[in-house]
C-alpha cells in the first residue's frame, strides 16, 4: 500500500516539475534578402558622382562632379582637406607664406591624394602645428592644380591658403595665380556629413552637398589611382569606379562562388576600409574590342556599421541602348 502511494506521489511531482518548463520556441531559420539588380548612370563622360544605398537600392544623391574641388573634413577634430581626385587635381606645397603677386611655381613637386583614403598621404598637409596646447597656422601657401574638364581640358590653377580654423569652421583664402580675384571664405563645419564641398568659381550656396554620412554606402565616381608600367614606374591615372563610406561601411574582395556564400561565411573574414578596395578592375578595357568586359567572378562582401552583411557582383558597364558609364551590379543581404 505504501509503494503505491509512493508512486502517485511521484507521478504527481513529476507532472508538477514538467509544467514548470515552457514549450521549447521555435527559432525561424536566417532569411536572406531577395537578389536585387541596380544600374547607375554616370554617363559615358563620367560626368556624375552618385551615392548608392545598399538597403533602399537607390541612388540618394548626384551631381555634376565639376561642381566642387576641395572637401573639408567636418568631424569637430577633423583636419583634413582633400583634392576633388575625379577631376585629376593636384597640390604643390611652396616656401611662400600668403597669398603672392604673382607666385613663381619653379621647382614645385606636384602631388595627389592617396586613391586608398589613406589621410596621411594627403596633397594638402601640414598646414598647422600644435604648441602647448595652442593651433599655429603657417599660412603656408598651396597651389592648386584644378585638374581637366569634362572636355579633358585644363581648369587653370589657383593660390590657397589656410588663414583660420577651428572645431566649428575652416577659414581659407585664395587667389587667382597673379593674385587677382582675392577671396576670403569661412566654411561651416556640418557633422552631419562627412565633407563639406567647397568651390573655387561656384557660390557656397550653390554648391551640391554630399548626402548625410549615414545615408549612403559606395561612391560611383571616377578618381585618381596610381599605376604601374612593366617597368615599375609609377604614374597617376584616371579609373572610373567605387568608393566606399568609410564612416559607414567596410568590404572585402573574395575568390567564392557567389551563390553559394552565406551569412556565416560573410562573418567570418576579414574586412578593410581602405577607400577602393571595391576600386575599379572588376572591369577590363579590351583594346581590339574598343569595349569594356565586366568580371562577375569578381566578388565583393560589405559589412555595414548596422551589422548587415551583403555580396555583390557586377554585371555590366553599358546601358540598354550601349552607352558605356552604366555600371551596373546584382547584391544581396545575406
Same mark, same amino acid.
Given at each position: ?177 597673379d593674385g587677382n580675384d582675392k577671396k576670403t571664405v569661412k566654411l561651416d563645419r556640418d557633422t552631419s556629413r562627412t565633407y563639406t564641398y567647397f568651390s573655387f568659381e561656384n557660390s557656397n550656396e550653390n554648391l551640391p552637398a554630399p548626402p548625410p554620412k549615414n545615408n549612403w554606402d559606395l561612391l560611383f565616381t571616377q578618381y585618381t589611382k596610381l599605376l604601374y608600367t612593366d617597368e615599375g614606374e609609377p604614374y597617376p591615372y584616371? /579609373?572610373? $569606379? ?8 567596410? =568590404?572585402?574582395?573574395? !575568390?567564392? #562562388?557567389?551563390?553559394? %556564400? ?14 577602393? /578596395?571595391? $576600386? ?8 581590339? =574590342?574598343?569595349?569594356? !568586359?565586366? #568580371?562577375?567572378?569578381? %566578388? ?14 557586377? /554585371? ?19
Amino acid at each position: 500500500m505504501k509503494i503505491k502511494n509512493l508512486n502517485i506521489l511521484y507521478f504527481l511531482a513529476l507532472m508538477l516539475l514538467t509544467a514548470c518548463f515552457k514549450e521549447d520556441e521555435r527559432v525561424e531559420p536566417h532569411k536572406s534578402g531577395d537578389l536585387k539588380l541596380a544600374s547607375v548612370a554616370m554617363e559615358n563622360d563620367y560626368r556624375y558622382q552618385a551615392y548608392f544605398e545598399l538597403q533602399t537600392g537607390k541612388v540618394v544623391k548626384k551631381h555634376l562632379k565639376t561642381s566642387w574641388d576641395l572637401a573639408f573634413e567636418n568631424a569637430p577634430e577633423g583636419d583634413k582637406i582633400v583634392l576633388n581626385a575625379s577631376l585629376f587635381m593636384m597640390a604643390a606645397k611652396t616656401q611662400k607664406q600668403g597669398i603672392q603677386s604673382p607666385v613663381d611655381t619653379t621647382g614645385l613637386q606636384w602631388h595627389y591624394d592617396a586613391a586608398s583614403g589613406n589621410t596621411d598621404s594627403l596633397a594638402i598637409d601640414n598646414w598647422y602645428s600644435v604648441n602647448a596646447g595652442d593651433t599655429i597656422l603657417s599660412k603656408q601657401l598651396f597651389i592648386i592644380d584644378r585638374g581637366l574638364d569634362l572636355q579633358g581640358k585644363s581648369r587653370g590653377f589657383r593660390q590657397l591658403v589656410v588663414s583660420g580654423f577651428g572645431k566649428r569652421y575652416y577659414e581659407i583664402t585664395h587667389a587667382k595665380m597673379d593674385g587677382n580675384d582675392k577671396k576670403t571664405v569661412k566654411l561651416d563645419r556640418d557633422t552631419s556629413r562627412t565633407y563639406t564641398y567647397f568651390s573655387f568659381e561656384n557660390s557656397n550656396e550653390n554648391l551640391p552637398a554630399p548626402p548625410p554620412k549615414n545615408n549612403w554606402d559606395l561612391l560611383f565616381t571616377q578618381y585618381t589611382k596610381l599605376l604601374y608600367t612593366d617597368e615599375g614606374e609609377p604614374y597617376p591615372y584616371l /579609373v572610373t $569606379g567605387v568608393l566606399l563610406n568609410q564612416h559607414k561601411v567596410m =568590404a572585402a574582395e573574395v !575568390t567564392s #562562388d557567389f551563390e553559394n %556564400i552565406t551569412l556565416e561565411y560573410a562573418q567570418g573574414i576579414s574586412y578593410t576600409d581602405v577607400n577602393d /578596395v571595391i $576600386g575599379y578592375d572588376w572591369k577590363t578595357y579590351d583594346f581590339d =574590342a574598343g569595349s569594356y !568586359t565586366v #568580371d562577375p567572378d569578381k %566578388i565583393f562582401l560589405i559589412k555595414g556599421a548596422e551589422g548587415f552583411y551583403y555580396k555583390l557582383r557586377f /554585371v555590366g558597364f553599358y546601358s540598354n541602348t550601349g552607352e558605356k558609364g552604366h555600371p551596373t551590379f546584382e547584391y544581396r543581404q545575406l
